[in-house]
Structures are given as structure tokens and as C-alpha cells.
Nanobody, 126 residues
Framework: QVQLVESGGGLVQAGGSLRLSCQAS????????MAWFRQAPGKERECVTA????????SYADSVKGRFTISRDNAKNTVYLQMNSLKPEDTAVYYC???????????????????WGQGTQVTVSS
């Protein structure tokens, strides 16, 4: 098990940028694939992006491709989400999640994850 704490959310104007961080505590962070999910009011939780445990594979939702970038620093037990060219439709609570030793399409399924952060609010004004 890992404990996850997100930071970096806030209010930004459309076209602006934010960088979210997710600090993990616990053992073997480098053995966990990591993902960012988001959930807007009245909508289902969706996978924004994920990175494999070795960092070699990333995936992105079509809605954020070319604007968002996930990265991880295993030495710091941290995963980042750089969000550029933000749009009002990006407004949501963003959650960090960890999944031990799994890669591939399963990374986009929120039901696969049993390690979640508390979430951080991102609000993009028009």
C-alpha cells in the first residue's frame, strides 16, 4: 500500500497552466503504475493519463492529448501532471491513483485501483 497526497490545484483562467504533484509514501513506489483521474460534478470519474511503473509507457485521454503531460520521479516518490492550455471543461477534482505492477489498458479503469489520494480541485474560468 502507498499513501498519496495531491497538491497544486487551484483557479486559473482559460489558456493558463497548472502543475499537479502527487507525493507517495510507503515502499516500492517504483513498482506502482500511476494515474491521474478527474471527476466533474454529475459525471463519472475518468482517466486523464497514466504512466507505467518503469515510466516507459504513458497514455492520455483524447481530450487532453497535446496539452497535458504526466511524468514521474521515482527518486522523489512523486508523479506530476503538467496541464497547459487549460479549458473550462477541464474543471474537476483531480485524483492521483496507484496500481501495483500492472500495465496496459487496465491502467485506465478506476476500479482497478485501490490506492487513491484525497483529490485536488482544479477550476478553469472562461
Amino acid at each position: 500500500q502507498v499513501q498519496l497526497v495531491e497538491s497544486g490545484g487551484g483557479l486559473v483562467q482559460a489558456g493558463g497552466s497548472l502543475r499537479l504533484s502527487c507525493q507517495a509514501s510507503g515502499r516500492a513506489f517504483s513498482s506502482y503504475s500511476m494515474a491521474w483521474f478527474r471527476q466533474a460534478p454529475g459525471k463519472e470519474r475518468e482517466c486523464v493519463t497514466a504512466v507505467s511503473y518503469w515510466g516507459g509507457t504513458t497514455s492520455y485521454a483524447d481530450s487532453v492529448k497535446g496539452r497535458f503531460t504526466i511524468s514521474r520521479d521515482n527518486a522523489k516518490n512523486t508523479v506530476y501532471l503538467q496541464m497547459n492550455s487549460l479549458k473550462p471543461e477541464d474543471t474537476a477534482v483531480y485524483y492521483c491513483a496507484a496500481l501495483f505492477g500492472v500495465t496496459g489498458t487496465r491502467l485506465s479503469d478506476p476500479y482497478e485501483y485501490d490506492n487513491w489520494g484525497q483529490g485536488t480541485q482544479v477550476t478553469v474560468s472562461s
